[in-house]
């Protein structure tokens, strides 16, 4: 897979030290920042019309593990309420952005500079094939109908991924497993080169810094503003 992203620069160090730190094992500290730093902005994963509570689960871990941030799930032949079955599925790791159609949530991805990936059993190119773009966002389709005519319409690129066997199509989850192992990695080394582990932008790891730090803790709000943290809501 050829590449056309370009990473500038080295880790940069974090903004301030969290006022919440003091009371954080240096070993959970050391754990957030190093997943933190390993977070991928330029990589996110679409899931056109999937709301099946096991698929759901699956997919979102397996983009977690894979050290996605950002999903994006489109809810247009289902209603929005099947939202919250997506929503209890989702860990508590990544961030989940919603819309209502194909189009608004491809547009979206465009306007942030992302190229659409569609992975399609009616497609004939493999993904070996197709360059790597600066930022990919993959899109899965819904187990029964696949991918819709629309997607297909808006896709920058549409990928197959080989199968040999008698079955028709890959769970979706295995897709999406299939396509990051084909992609993260490559990504990952290209980052390595520039001497980083991620790419997430700061603004965006300080922010989930701060969130992660305070996991477990019970109202960690009224602590941070016990200490003065300039940054506690008021
Ligand atoms: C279970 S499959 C959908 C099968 C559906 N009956 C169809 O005809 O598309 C769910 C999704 O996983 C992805 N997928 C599964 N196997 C694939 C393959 N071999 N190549 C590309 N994408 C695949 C596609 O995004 C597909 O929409």
Not at 49 to 65: G, K, Q
Not at 93 to 111: E, I, S
Not at 188 to 199: K, N, P, Q, S, Y
């Amino acid at each position: 897979m050829a590449s056309e992203s370009t990473f500038a620069g080295e880790p940069q160090p974090w903004p301030a030290v969290d006022i919440l730190e003091q009371y954080i094992a240096p070993s959970r500290i050391q754990r957030v920042d190093g997943v933190l730093r390993s977070r991928l902005g330029s990589v996110t994963a679409v899931f056109e019309d999937i709301f099946d509570p096991h698929n759901v689960a699956a997919c979102v871990r397996t983009c977690e593990a894979f050290g996605l941030q950002d999903l994006h799930w489109i809810f247009s032949k289902h209603s929005m309420r099947t939202s919250s079955t997506v929503a209890k599925s989702a860990d508590q790791w990544v961030n989940m952005h919603r819309y209502t159609g194909t189009a608004q949530a491809v547009r979206a991805l465009k306007d942030q500079g992302f190229t659409i990936l569609v992975s399609d059993l009616q497609a004939s190119d493999t993904l070996e094939t197709l360059p790597l773009p600066a930022k990919a966002a993959i899109v899965v389709g819904n187990a029964h109908d696949g991918i819709s005519d629309e997607m297909r319409q808006l896709a920058d690129a549409r990928y197959i991924l080989p199968m040999w066997g008698f079955v028709q199509s890959f769970n979706l989850s295995v897709a999406l497993a299939l396509t990051l192992q084909g992609v993260v990695p490559r990504r990952r080394a290209e980052l390595a080169a520039l001497g980083r582990t991620g790419d997430l932008p700061m603004d965006q790891m300080w922010a989930l810094r701060r969130k992660w730090l305070e996991f477990g803790m019970t109202r960690p709000d009224l602590i941070r503003r016990e200490l003065g943290d300039s940054e506690a809501i008021p």
